[in-house]
Structure formats: C-alpha cells, structure tokens
C-alpha cells in the first residue's frame, strides 16, 4: 500500500530558528512535493523535486529550501523561521511521468512562536 | 494562469441523500483531474483520478465525471452517509512539461445523521 510518511505531526518552534521538515515515500517515486495549506489561501505549492538532487520552485518558495539526497526522502527547510510561516504543511509525491494520482502524508501542523 | 473554482464552499445535506459537489478549470489542457478528501487535521486522501481522455471514473458510491470542452468535473456520491463528511478538493494537472496540480479550494461537506 502507498505510503507517505511525514516525521512529525505537531511541531512547536521559535522564530529565528532553522526548522526541518522530513518526508520518506515507500513507492519509488520520481516526483516529491512540498505544500503549506491556509485557511482561505488553499494549498500552495512551496518546491517540488524531480529527480534526487533535482529541485523546482513552486509558487511560494521565499524563506524555504529543500534538500533531496535519497530518492526515498524529501526534507523541507525553513532557514529561519518566521511567525508567518506557522501553517500546515504537507508532503506529496508521485509516479514520473505524473500521469498517476499524487499520495499525500498526514501533514504537520508548525507553530512559530 | 489555470485557475480552478469549487462551489459551493460549504454544503449540509441529510443522510441518505445524493449529492453532487462541482469543479471548474479555465485551462481545457489538462493531463488529468484528481478528487482528494480531507479530514479535520490530516492530509489529503485521493479519491478518484481521471485521465484527459476519459469521461468518468468510479469507485463505490462515488462517480467521477470530466468535461475537458467546459472546464468542469463533478464528483457525484451516492446514498450519503455521516462519514462521508469531509472536504473535498478537485486539482488539476495541466499541461505543458509541470509535475505540478493546481488546487481549488475545496467543498466542506456536512452529512448529518
């Protein structure tokens, strides 16, 4: 069975601290993504990877990286976080060509204080 | 820029009842439409994917129909029941070389007993 499989589900942090957000896929998928989902704003697409070491920005990539050194895993990385970037975010990914559904994780719910 | 639109925003029924949930697109050039469901605080569940070159899909009680030509997807659910309360989210995949779905922002569905 398909699974997508983000490491925290709640996560408190304080601004100015660099914050990792950890992904791992069970599928063998090319393709990971990264959203952060808003009350009114939806899902918005942060960055997504192709390929390991492969990267695309999405729609609002300011204040985030991404590393992807294993196929299997995609971390998101705030360098230093900000009151605003409290939100849920949520972890994809997909077969390539994505001609396949996209599998979501659970999603994790960070507060910066 | 595709942009998709569900309506209603919010939608309350009996049970028992069925009931159709909308999604509109302004770009016809799509690779597929998937229909997600989403529980209070957790990530996104796919439903249903259709291809561009399909008209429907299915799954249980829930039908899935596509009119690339009008930019619209309906998911129809049958015989409604308390747990099908959710929201529920259309996303489209477009064409043009981008892994990426673009999202609406989702029907909260209420099925009371």
């Known amino acids: 069975d398909v699974k997508v499989t983000q490491s925290s589900r709640y996560l408190v942090k304080r601004t100015g601290e660099k914050v990792f957000l950890e992904c791992v896929q069970d599928m063998d998928h090319e393709n990971m993504f990264w959203y952060r989902q808003d009350p009114g704003l939806g899902l918005r697409l942060i960055y997504f990877?192709?390929?390991?070491?492969?990267?695309e920005k999405g729609d609002i990539p300011e204040g985030y990286s991404v590393s992807r050194e294993k196929k299997e895993r995609f971390s998101l990385i705030l360098e230093s976080a900000s009151t605003n970037q409290t939100s849920m975010y949520l972890c994809?990914?997909?077969?390539?060509?994505?001609?396949?559904?996209?599998?979501f994780g659970d999603g994790t719910r960070l507060s910066i204080l | 820029k595709q942009e998709v639109t569900q309506i209603p925003a919010a939608l309350s029924v009996p049970e028992g009842e069925n009931l159709v949930l909308n999604c509109s697109f302004t770009d016809s050039a799509i690779y597929n439409l998937q229909w997600f469901r989403q529980d209070p605080g957790k990530g996104l569940t796919s439903l249903l994917l259709?291809?561009?070159?399909?008209r429907e899909q299915t799954s249980g009680r829930l039908n899935a129909s596509l009119d690339k030509s009008s930019g619209r997807s309906t998911l129809y659910i049958a015989a409604s029941q308390p747990g099908d309360s959710a929201t529920y989210l259309c996303?489209?995949?477009?064409?043009?070389?981008?892994?990426?779905?673009?999202f609406g922002k989702g029907t909260k569905l209420t099925v009371n007993p």
């Open positions: 994809a990914s997909s077969l390539s060509p994505a001609l396949g559904p996209q599998h």
């Open positions: 996303a489209v995949r477009r064409r043009g070389g981008s892994e990426k779905l673009v």
């Open positions: 259709i291809q561009s070159s399909q």
């Open positions: 990877s192709y390929d390991v070491k492969m990267k």
